[in-house]
C-alpha cells in the first residue's frame, strides 16, 4: 500500500537515521534560512529537514526513508532550477553541494566527479591538466542538474552537449540502491538519465569524458542589435566551423561601465563564444561577426579555458521564461524581438539565440532521451523581475514574444524549463522518446518518488 503523505508537521529531524554523515538543518538550527533557498526567488518554502549528503550512502538512507514514509523529496545540487524543485514544503531535501570531490585520469581523458561540484569549480579542476568537459555559461550551475538535463554550453558545436560527454553515472534508485548505469550496464536507464533529469534517481557521480583544450579565443563580443545584425549573427554563427560555439542574447544595453554611454538603452546583442583552436583560426572564425557591426565593446581574446566563467553572473530574480527548437531566424522574427523588447517592464529581458549542429547533430535522436539533434538553432525568451506581483505580466509578454517566434520551432528544453505542464514537458520529448522515458520510469521509480522535475509519469 502507497504510504500517505506526512504532513510538515508529523515529521521531524529526529527520525532522520542516526549513522547519517552529512550536516542535517532542521527548522530550529541556525542555517535553517539559508539553506531552504534555492538561487531564483518565488519559493519560500520550508522543508522539513535539509540533508547536507555526505556520500552515495546518506542518499540511499534519505530515499528509503522519504519513501517510506511519503516525504515528498527534493533533490538539488547547484539550485539553478528556475521552477525551485530544490525546496520542498514539508518534505526532505537531499542537498549534493558537500559532494564536490573530483577525481581525473589525464591519460584516458576522464574524470569521476561528484554532482555537487560547479561547473567553474570542476572546469577548474579539470583545466589544471589542460582538459575540460563543455558545460553551460554560468559557472555556478550544478553539475548534477546541467548534464541530466542536457548540457547546451561552450563546446556544443565541438563536443556536443554535456550528456554526450557522460560515460557512466551512480545513481540512488527508488529502492534505495545504488546502480552503476553506463552503455553496458543498465543501458535503458543510461539512455534516459541522459535528457530525462532526476526522474530516475539521484546521480551520485559521473564518470565524464574530457577533451585537451586549454587555449582558446573567447570571451563577449557586444554589438548594436538591428535586424540585419541579429539574421546576420544567427548565418555567420551557423556557417562558421563547428570550432566556433556562440551564445548571443538581444537585449536592452544595460547601464555597463564597458559599452558606450550612447548605447545604453538601446538594443544590442551580447554574445559570448569559444573557439577551439589556433589563435589565428579563432580570429578568421571571428571576423564575420565582427564585421556584421562596429561593435560596442570586443573582448574576444585568446584566453584559458576556465577564464570563461571568470565574470561576473547577473543576480537571480523572479524569473519568466519559455524556450524552443527552430530552424531559422527569419527577418520578421528579428523585427519582432526590436519592437517587443522595449515593450516589456521587466528589469532584464532577453531573446538568447544559440546555434546548433556540429557535433550536437551527428548524434542521433534516439540514441538519449534528448531528441533535437536536427534542429539548427534554440532560443529562450526571458524576462527577470523584482516585484512578484508582476507575474502575469512578464509570462504574458514571453508568451506573446515567444508566439511570434516560434513558426516553425517546437519541442523545448528541460534545463530552461520553469513550472511546466505536462504537455510542455511532453514536448520536450518528441517522437517516440516519451513512451519510452515513460515505460523505463515504470519500471525504475513505478510510485514516481522523483517527481520534484520536470515531471515523466510512470506508464
Ligand atoms: C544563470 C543560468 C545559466 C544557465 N546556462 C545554461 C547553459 O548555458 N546551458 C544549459 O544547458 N543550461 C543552462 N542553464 C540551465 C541549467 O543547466 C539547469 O537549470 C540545471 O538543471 C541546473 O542544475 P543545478 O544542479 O544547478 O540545479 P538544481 O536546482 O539543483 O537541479 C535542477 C533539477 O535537476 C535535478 N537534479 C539536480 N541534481 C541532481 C542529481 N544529482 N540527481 C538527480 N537529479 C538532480 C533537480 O532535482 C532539479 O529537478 C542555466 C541556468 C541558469 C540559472
Do not use: C
Not at 11 to 21: G, I, K, M, R
Not at 222 to 230: F, S, W
Not at 344 to 366: C, E, F, I, N, Y
Amino acid at each position: 500500500m502507497e504510504a500517505m503523505p506526512q504532513e510538515f508537521s508529523d515529521f521531524s529531524v529526529a527520525e532522520l537515521p542516526s549513522e547519517q554523515e552529512g550536516e542535517v538543518i532542521g527548522p530550529d538550527d541556525p542555517g535553517y534560512d539559508e539553506a531552504r533557498q534555492v538561487v531564483f526567488k518565488g519559493f519560500d518554502r520550508r522543508p522539513a529537514a535539509v540533508v547536507r549528503a555526505a556520500g552515495a550512502e546518506d542518499v540511499s538512507r534519505i530515499v528509503s526513508l522519504a519513501r517510506e514514509n511519503g516525504l515528498e523529496l527534493s533533490v538539488r545540487s547547484g539550485g539553478h532550477s528556475r521552477a525551485g524543485y530544490g525546496t520542498s514544503e514539508g518534505g526532505i531535501v537531499i542537498d549534493l553541494s558537500g559532494m564536490r570531490a573530483v577525481d581525473i585520469d589525464a591519460d584516458a581523458k576522464t574524470a569521476w566527479v561528484e554532482t555537487g561540484i560547479t561547473a567553474a569549480e570542476y572546469t577548474n579542476a579539470t583545466s589544471e591538466h589542460g582538459l575540460v568537459t563543455g558545460l553551460g555559461d554560468a559557472g555556478s550551475v550544478g553539475i548534477g542538474g546541467i548534464t541530466l538535463a542536457g548540457g547546451i554550453g561552450f563546446l556544443v558545436r565541438k563536443h556536443g552537449l554535456t550528456m554526450d560527454d557522460l560515460l557512466a553515472a551512480e545513481l540512488v534508485t527508488a529502492d534505495g540502491g545504488l546502480v552503476r548505469t553506463s552503455e553496458e550496464s543498465e543501458p535503458d536507464l543510461f539512455w534516459a538519465i541522459r535528457g530525462g533529469e532526476g526522474n530516475f534517481g539521484v546521480a551520485t557521480r559521473f564518470q565524464l569524458r574530457l577533451h585537451a583544450i586549454s587555449e582558446i579565443v573567447g570571451g563577449m563580443l557586444i554589438l548594436p542589435a538591428t535586424p540585419e545584425v541579429i539574421t546576420g549573427f544567427v548565418e555567420a554563427a551557423e556557417a562558421a566551423p563547428e570550432e566556433l560555439s556562440t551564445i548571443a542574447n538581444v537585449m536592452i544595453a544595460p547601464p555597463m561601465p564597458f559599452v558606450p554611454e550612447e548605447a545604453h538603452g538601446k538594443p544590442i546583442v551580447v554574445s559570448q563564444m569559444a573557439y577551439v583552436g589556433p589563435p589565428d583560426q579563432g580570429e578568421a572564425a571571428i571576423a564575420p561577426l565582427r564585421a556584421l557591426a562596429e561593435p560596442l565593446a570586443d573582448m574576444v581574446r585568446p584566453m584559458r579555458y576556465p577564464e570563461l566563467y571568470e565574470g561576473p553572473e547577473p543576480e537571480a530574480q523572479f524569473a519568466a521564461g519559455t524556450n524552443f527548437f527552430a530552424d531559422s531566424l527569419e527577418p520578421a522574427g528579428a523585427e519582432a524581438i526590436l519592437e517587443q523588447l522595449p515593450l516589456s517592464t521587466a528589469m532584464m529581458k532577453a531573446v538568447q539565440l544559440r546555434v546548433l549542429g556540429g557535433a550536437l547533430a551527428r548524434v542521433p535522436d534516439d540514441a538519449t532521451a534528448f531528441a533535437h539533434r536536427g534542429r539548427r538553432l534554440f532560443m529562450n525568451v526571458a524576462a527577470m523581475y523584482a516585484d512578484p506581483g508582476e507575474k502575469e505580466t512578464h509570462e504574458a509578454w514571453v508568451a506573446g514574444l515567444a508566439g511570434d517566434l516560434s513558426d516553425g520551432g517546437s519541442g523545448g528544453y528541460v534545463g530552461f524549463h520553469g513550472e511546466a505542464d505536462e504537455a510542455t514537458v511532453r514536448a520536450a520529448y518528441p517522437g517516440p522518446t516519451w513512451d519510452r522515458l515513460r515505460e523505463i520510469k515504470r519500471r525504475y521509480d513505478p510510485d514516481n518518488l522523483f517527481r520534484l522535475n520536470h515531471n515523466i509519469p510512470p506508464s
